[in-house]
């Protein structure tokens, strides 16, 4: 990636935010710092927390810097600061796992799941233009049959996007427009089916239930999916993120996390926590309502995004 801000898509230019937001504590400390010592140390790791990072991995991040500042005999804050980018960058590579589809003819399947109003219906979208882009022929099917328009709102982008859309009435069961809609891309051979589901809160257990339903019948129709389930999570909810994929996983077995909403948040620091806690892959950052918003996860940029001086 390139650090052009001008870049429209530039990770940089859009997390802007976020990382003034760290910069700002944490840049302060390093302008006012003559040394880097414990004293530092302990100031910086809570100013991490203060900008979201969290408990856990504000203290991981932080000792692992304090040794390789030690190994190295780092003394200027230019070095630290790249060091702190390459640390936060090992601590996400640790977890990260390859992003490939299984080698069959039969089709990839993707499930995405959250709360309500965090991204899924657009990142189903945004990652229906990215797949297609790298030539996979991609079905969608709208298992959000719980909110009024969410089916429309998937045609219209199907349209849009030019690719086919599975749907049944409002009302209906999801786990049969998943199930009808994995039957149809296996007739129709496409490489890969993106399933939409409802949000919901993890607190509502009939919904909760519903979603593992999907789960088991998309299973039990073709052995072996949905091969991702992806708990999609908006940047802007902060710390809260923490508990909702807590249950979610519990539930479900998440797979990958995608963070929306970092174009308009100060809380990209939620990310380092959440991945840390759960071990979970950020498979994807979303960075504004168009398809092209999307960008594949790259934890060095990220990280020189959210530190630097
Ligand atoms: N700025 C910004 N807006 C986003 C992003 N992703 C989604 N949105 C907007 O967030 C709003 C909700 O998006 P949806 O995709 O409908 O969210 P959802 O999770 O499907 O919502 P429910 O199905 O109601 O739970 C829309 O206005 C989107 O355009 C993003 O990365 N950045
Ligand atoms: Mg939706």
Same mark, same amino acid.
């Given at each position: ?40 140390? /302990?100031d $910086?790791?809570?100013r991490?927390?203060?900008?979201? !990072?969290? @408990?856990? &991995? #504000? +203290?991981?991040?932080?000792?692992r ?16 600061m ?19 589809p ?5 089709p990839?399947v993707?499930?995405?799941?959250g ?13 229906a ?22 089916? /429309?709102? $998937? ?7 030019? !690719?086919? @859309?599975? &749907? #049944? +009435?409002?009302?209906?069961d ?21 399933v ?13 239930d ?43 077995g ?20 959440a ?16 398809e ?18």
């Amino acid at each position: 990636m390139t650090n052009n801000q001008s870049d429209k898509h530039g990770l940089f230019a859009r997390l802007r935010r976020s990382r003034e937001s760290i910069a700002q504590g944490v840049v302060e400390l390093f302008n006012s710092s003559a040394e880097f010592d414990e004293v530092f140390f /302990e100031d $910086l790791e809570d100013r991490l927390i203060m900008a979201d !990072v969290g @408990v856990e &991995a #504000s +203290s991981d991040l932080v000792q692992r810097l304090r040794l390789a500042v030690r190994e190295g005999g780092v003394t200027e804050g230019a070095a630290v600061m790249s060091l702190v980018q390459q640390k936060a960058a090992e601590m996400l590579e640790e977890i990260e796992r390859p992003w490939e589809p299984p080698v069959a003819k039969e089709p990839w399947v993707i499930m995405l799941v959250g709360v309500n109003g965090v991204g899924k219906t657009t990142t189903i979208a945004k990652l229906a233009y990215h797949l297609n882009s790298e030539g996979r022929s991609v079905m969608l099917a709208a298992a959000d049959t719980y909110r009024a328009a969410a089916i /429309e709102q $998937l045609q219209v982008w199907g349209e849009r996007l030019k !690719v086919p @859309v599975v &749907a #049944s +009435s409002r009302g209906s069961d999801a786990a049969a427009v998943a199930h009808d809609a994995l039957t149809a891309a296996q007739a129709r051979q496409m490489d890969v089916l993106l399933v939409d589901t409802a949000g919901r809160q993890h607190t509502d257990v009939g919904l909760m239930d519903q979603l593992t339903k999907v789960s088991r019948v998309l299973t039990k129709c073709q052995a072996g999916t949905p091969h991702e389930i992806l708990m999609v999570v908006d940047a802007t909810n902060g710390q809260n993120v923490l508990s909702q994929i807590d249950h979610f996983h519990q539930r479900l077995g998440l797979s990958g996390l995608i963070l929306t909403k970092l174009d308009g948040s100060a809380k990209g620091g939620v990310l380092l926590s959440a991945s840390k806690r759960f071990q979970l892959p950020v498979r994807f950052v979303g960075l504004g309502e168009g398809e092209s918003d999307l960008k594949k996860f790259d934890p060095l940029d990220f990280s020189k995004s959210l530190f630097s001086l």
